[in-house]
């Protein structure tokens, strides 16, 4: 008597690797717009305005629209979370959980999220190879050196400099720095005025008298 077939159960589909989180539409539209600001028509150009108030999505403080706001930090979460999934083998290679509670890596992650994002959109590799090479090895180097062991396990810990930033802010240290900008900005206007040295004067000379070989003059 045969044995009835077994049925062999096939792996479920698992894809190997995932691809770089897409920006949501506002802030494709604050890349646009930079896009426009740089190669934009003359009439594209005035219709914007001053460049200087376009929103730069690297630059997180400069997204002021709380809409567009809200949209980068979906975008950088999720590009967060790809680069722990990608890229971070060992755990001292992780972005924290408690990332947007440090500032160095908000403004960090922008910027590189922005560097990745780039590069994706080129039609070569080498903007990626530059990426791989020096942006993402930086970036891991820094946190990791920022971070030391905190944040590791239990959850964010509170900031280590809080009291040394607490000190620098304090009135009397920000007084203090502001008489020393003080005393260097009065050098600028305490120096008396040096009157020009008249320039030198240039007159012509007689060839013939110096040595053409040795460019010396006679006696």
Aim: negative net charge; contains cysteine; aromatic residues 8%.
């Amino acid at each position: 008597m045969s044995e009835p077939p077994r049925t062999v159960r096939q792996p479920s589909p698992h894809e190997a690797i995932e691809g770089f989180p897409s920006p949501g539409r506002r802030v494709t539209h604050a890349y646009r717009e930079l896009n426009t600001a740089m190669y934009g028509t003359d009439e594209q150009k005035k219709a914007l305005g001053s460049p200087a108030l376009l929103a730069r999505p690297w630059d997180p403080p400069t997204c002021v629209d709380p809409e567009l706001r809200a949209e980068l930090w979906d975008w950088l979460d999720r590009v967060a979370t790809w680069l722990n999934h990608e890229y971070a083998w060992d755990v001292t290679g992780l972005i924290p959980t408690c990332w947007p509670k440090h500032p160095h890596l908000v403004h960090e992650i922008a910027v590189l999220a922005d560097l990745r994002r780039r590069a994706g959109l080129a039609l070569t590799a080498d903007a990626m190879e530059e990426w791989h090479r020096y942006a993402l090895p930086a970036f891991t180097e820094r946190t990791r050196q920022r971070l030391k062991s905190h944040c590791e396990e239990g959850g964010h810990q509170p900031w280590p400099a809080y009291g040394r930033h607490t000190r620098h802010t304090a009135q009397a240290a920000v007084e203090e720095r502001a008489r020393v900008f003080q005393r260097d900005i009065d050098t600028l206007t305490s120096q008396p005025e040096v009157a020009n040295p008249a320039a030198p004067r240039l007159r012509l000379v007689d060839v013939d008298q110096f040595d053409l070989v040795t460019g010396e003059a006679p006696d």
